[in-house]
């Protein structure tokens, strides 16, 4: 519990609360892990949910969707490098998983609000490059 906790102050606050409540029961290193990775599958998922909503906006846009995809890749990039440089301090150890994990599904969760906001565009707004639905 104490890991998970630790864990939690390196990432957003609203997330880790779930987790840590998700992941308060690990008995184990191991289930600790083993749940910070199904938070990332979790967040991962949600991502590309979001990531696939925009693309579909998109489809008439083929040079705005070319940019989309060519920066979610970069970003993904940004996060597993981010992310490791995070969890260097602890790289070796049996931590080190955790704290990767939760970074990766920290940054993935800031990742999405951030796309979200190009969901709810209004019509007319030019500065948002995601058609209004």
Known sequence: MR????????????????RA??????????????CEDAALKR???ELNKTYQE????????QE???LLVASQRLWVRFRDA??????SGVEGGSI????????RASMTADRIK???????CEEGDLACPVPAK
Do not use: H
């Open 64 to 66: 705005t969707k070319q």
């Open 43 to 45: 967040a991962d998922a």
């Open 21 to 34: 409540d998700d992941c308060a029961s690990s008995a184990s290193q191991t289930d600790m892990n083993l």
């Open 82 to 87: 981010e992310c490791a440089f995070s969890a």
């Open 3 to 18: 890991l998970t906790l630790l864990a939690c102050l390196i990432a957003a606050a609203s997330i880790c609360q779930v």
């Open 54 to 61: 925009i693309l579909e906006r998109l489809k008439d846009s």
């Open 114 to 120: 951030g796309l979200a906001v190009y969901l709810k």
């Open 96 to 103: 080190y998983p955790t704290i990767l994990l939760n970074c």
